[in-house]
């Protein structure tokens, strides 16, 4: 009689299945009791980047609060599961000792909201988030917390733009920006409120500095301003201001068309090292086709129609782009504040560019106009040029050579050795509240203006081009990766889906064939 063989596979299964509840049931339970996850996504969304850990580690002995402008909770609803990344970033943070999470609704606490925003300036909205820490308050945008790239790829800023947060105040100050005072300039009080509050509401600290009596920038000036003054600075001065651009920094000049005695002799040295002459005159418009309103709605020589030449995403001869995304605005007819976007200057004074072959550093020193005048119908420019303050040889030049052709009123200047940059115009019609349209309020018996300035919005880009108020932390955005393959052609992909899908189906079909056919024996 044949020895029938003992069966063990049902044996074995019976095993297996009791293990695997034995083993992963327990595990389950206690993964889900201290709610432990795992982050799977390719660019860590749900965990804090190494640098953002770094950082916590070295601000750990100063207090931090963040506030979300949000119901925390509600990012964790199924309907809300975009959100998840800023919620975990949140709730890491939080754990941490020295740091406070408070979430709240604007609406239902209106007291914390308005310690947040003491002034009114920065905007308190639903979503935003904000980080306080000595004594230093910096705003997050919630439309800034999530991002769009350029290939449309939905983006995660969050983390990156906390840590930077946490970084500037845990340092105790704001980006800051210096407007030079003692030469006659514009002062932050009156004419330049309106664009000091803007400033500030772009997470910019503003300040006036007397670099006379201080003798030294301060190490926290980020943006330099020189804004319509009337006397030159002093040899100390442009001095102090050189070293400050040896080291990478950033200045803006705004110089009005003035009827001084001689020249601006030390503010130009600085705009010579920067490849960049200063005109001595005052250039109005003579066809009313070029002719802008004024304040009052009445066209005016002095209101011109500019152009704002293209940067280096048009242009291949340029690195850097202050103009591009002003004219896709003004292409497009998007409105500022309610208002259309003109093209437009109003009291300048031209600018002059060094040719190449007399400027010694032209080779690393990167130079375009950003705003300069357009013809008439027939082709020609329009624009005359009449001398104003200087010399008897600025005078000549302005008066004979600058009348009916290109000028600029406007130009950048990127020393790609140092880091320094540059931008000068010729007027401070486009931050000074006076001049520029609109003013933030306007009365209810003065009628409103027709556009906004192109102009006053191209200072504000200005301000981003010379030093990023949301400054880069390191962690950069994060962003879903997906796996997929490429083919060449029809019949490559049907080899790959042969080999990787149908065939294990076909092995598994025939291994179940022959498992079923010996089960038995």
Request: aromatic share 10%.
């Amino acid at each position: 009689m044949k020895k029938k063989k003992m069966n063990l596979s049902g044996t074995v299964a019976f095993i297996t299945a009791l293990l695997v509840l034995v083993i992963f049931i327990p595990i389950n339970l206690i993964i889900s009791y201290y709610d432990k996850g795992f982050d799977m996504t390719p660019s860590g969304k749900y965990t804090l980047n190494e640098k953002t850990v770094q950082l916590l580690d070295e601000t750990s002995d100063k207090h931090i609060d963040i506030y979300c402008l949000y119901d925390l909770e509600e990012f964790k609803r199924s309907e809300n599961s975009q959100f998840l990344p800023l919620y975990h970033t949140l709730k890491q943070l939080e754990q941490r000792d020295n740091i406070t999470l408070t979430c709240f609704l604007p609406d239902e606490n209106v007291t914390l909201s308005k310690e947040l925003d003491p002034e009114g300036l920065l905007g308190i909205e639903k979503g935003d988030t904000f980080v306080k820490a000595n004594g230093v308050i910096k705003k997050i945008s919630r439309n800034k917390v999530f991002q769009t790239g350029a290939d449309d790829s939905k983006q995660y800023a969050g983390e990156e733009l906390l840590a930077a947060a946490i970084k500037t105040c845990a340092s105790g100050s704001l980006p800051t920006v210096y407007f030079l005072t003692g030469h006659g300039e514009k002062s932050i009080e009156t004419n330049l409120a309106a664009f000091s509050a803007l400033l500030k509401t772009n997470n910019y600290d503003v300040q006036e500095l007397d670099l006379g009596k201080e003798g030294a920038v301060p190490d926290n000036a980020k943006i330099i301003y020189l804004a319509g003054p009337t006397q030159d600075i002093t040899a100390k001065e442009k001095d102090l201001l050189l070293d400050y651009a040896d080291n990478g920094g950033a200045m803006s000049f705004l110089i009005d068309p003035c009827d001084t005695e001689g020249r601006f002799t030390n503010i130009e040295k600085i705009m010579e090292e920067f490849g960049l002459i200063l005109d001595y005159n005052i250039v109005t418009e003579t066809t009313p086709a070029n002719m802008l309103e004024d304040p009052d709605q009445n066209q005016s020589e002095n209101f011109i129609r500019v152009e704002y030449p293209a940067g280096s995403q048009y242009n291949d001869e340029f690195t850097q782009d202050l103009t591009s995304d002003l004219n896709t605005l003004i292409s497009n007819a998007v409105p500022i504040n309610g208002y259309p976007l003109t093209a437009g200057i109003s009291y300048t004074r031209s600018l002059t560019e060094i040719p190449d072959d007399a400027f010694p550093g032209a080779s690393y020193i990167e130079r375009s106009s950003i705003i300069k005048n357009t013809t008439g119908l027939n082709g020609a420019y329009t624009t005359v040029s009449k001398a104003m303050g200087g010399d008897d040889i600025t005078a000549k030049e302005a008066n004979e050579k600058l009348s009916g052709m290109s000028l600029d009123f406007g130009y950048y200047s990127y020393n790609k050795k140092s880091g320094a940059k540059l931008v000068v115009m010729g007027t401070t019609a486009p931050i000074d509240t006076a001049r520029c349209t609109p003013t933030v309020e306007i009365p209810a018996d003065k009628m409103k203006p027709a556009s906004t300035s192109g102009t006053r919005t191209l200072t504000v880009f200005s301000n981003t081009w010379l030093y990023d108020s949301e400054i880069q932390f390191g962690v950069g955005n994060k962003i879903n990766a997906y796996d997929y393959m490429t083919f060449k052609g029809s019949n490559d992909a049907t080899k790959t889906i042969v080999s990787l899908f149908i065939m294990p189906v076909i092995i598994a079909v025939i291994g179940l064939a022959v498992w079923l056919k010996r089960r038995n024996s």
